[in-house]
């Protein structure tokens, strides 16, 4: 541990702060933090946390979450500019107009989007919950599902459900170049791929395993292979490498715009240990929302977190 790893433990003491964090968040706050999870495991977490502030290393749709489950603490988040480009590719009205021209159609959200999308919705899932809520809605019930359309088709192949998209993504899951992803498998032929189900059909198809961050870090341990191919954020590797140490793991390559050989989420890479250590001696930048909102968001959520027991 570092001098400001210590602070920051010392400063959760003190203050009876949780650390929450995505698999994503860098190496130096996984370390410190309370718990290390995928977006269904952080939001269990937030729901049955009993500290008096919940620092959220991770990004804004997730600390909403957290502050829409716990409307009585207080949520900070390190950088308040921590968004998600799928969360920005579905703005409240738009979506609302794509609701009221198909009004028979029941809406279900993936986790990744705004408080305010969430409140337009009847039941959020997250990638490791997404086909099982899919399943608990009447087979004949048209759907909307919003706003990833990869893991939107991807949930269609699995159940055969009647969806309609919308037309959203997220930029680190779809900067996977299959040509390179080509020339890697054939260097190493004995690996497995495995993906997260935000990346594009043409890489899911290579994949031996599609599942969420916490599912692709259990199938690395539990497949008896000795070497994989990640495609997801890069920052999953810490925690999986830990899992593993005698594994090979390889982070799926991406095209030539890219300028990292491997994928990293610019939002969740803001947050930094100083950012961390300034925002909970602070307590500061903090999650507010309006309780109206808080109240609507919170069904979805709800139901949600009931069907996944
Ligand atoms: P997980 O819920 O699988 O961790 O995914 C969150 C996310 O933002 C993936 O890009
Ligand atoms: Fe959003 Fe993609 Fe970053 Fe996940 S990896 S937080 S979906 S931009």
Redesign the pocket.
């Known amino acids: 541990m570092n001098e400001l790893q210590n602070q920051i433990i010392e400063l959760k003491k003190k203050k009876n702060a949780v650390l929450l964090a995505?698999?994503?968040q860098r190496p130096e706050i996984q370390e410190i933090a309370d718990y290390v999870?995928?977006?269904?495991?952080?939001s269990q977490e937030a729901k049955k946390t009993d500290a008096d502030i919940i620092l959220f290393a991770?990004?804004h749709?997730?600390a909403e979450t957290a502050k829409i489950l716990n409307p009585s603490k207080r949520v900070l988040l390190p950088d308040l500019e921590a968004g998600?480009s799928?969360a920005e590719s579905c703005p409240p009205s738009a979506f609302e107009k794509f609701i009221q021209a198909h009004p028979d159609h029941l809406v279900i959200t993936y986790?990744?989007c705004s408080a305010e999308i969430k409140a337009l919705s009847h039941i959020v899932c997250?990638?490791?919950n997404a086909e099982k809520i899919v399943r608990s809605v009447p087979e004949d019930t048209p759907i909307i599902f919003a706003p990833d359309k990869n893991l939107g088709r991807h949930i269609i192949q699995k159940t055969g459900r009647n969806m309609i998209l919308w037309d959203g993504s997220?930029v680190?899951?779809e900067a996977f170049s299959l040509d390179k992803l080509i020339d890697l498998y054939k260097q190493h032929s004995d690996a497995e791929i495995i993906a997260?189900?935000?990346s594009e059909s043409h890489i899911l198809k290579t994949a031996n395993f599609i599942?969420?961050?916490?599912?692709?870090i259990k199938y690395v341990g539990e497949s008896p292979n000795n070497k994989f191919i990640i495609a997801?954020?890069a920052g999953?590797l810490h925690k999986m490498q830990q899992e593993v140490p005698q594994k090979i793991l390889i982070p799926a390559p991406t095209n030539e715009n890219n300028t990292c050989a491997c994928s990293e989420?610019g939002f969740?890479k803001m947050n930094t240990l100083q950012k961390v250590y300034d925002c909970l001696l602070n307590e500061s930048p903090e999650i507010e929302l309006p309780e109206k909102l808080i109240k609507k968001a919170l069904v979805p959520i709800e139901r949600m977190l009931e069907l996944s027991k």
Request: net charge negative; proline share 3%.
């Open positions: 995505h698999y994503y999870g995928d977006s269904l495991g952080l991770g990004v749709f997730m998600c799928l986790v990744n997250t990638s490791s997220c680190v899951h997260h189900p935000e599942g969420s961050t916490a599912e692709m997801t954020e999953i989420c969740m």
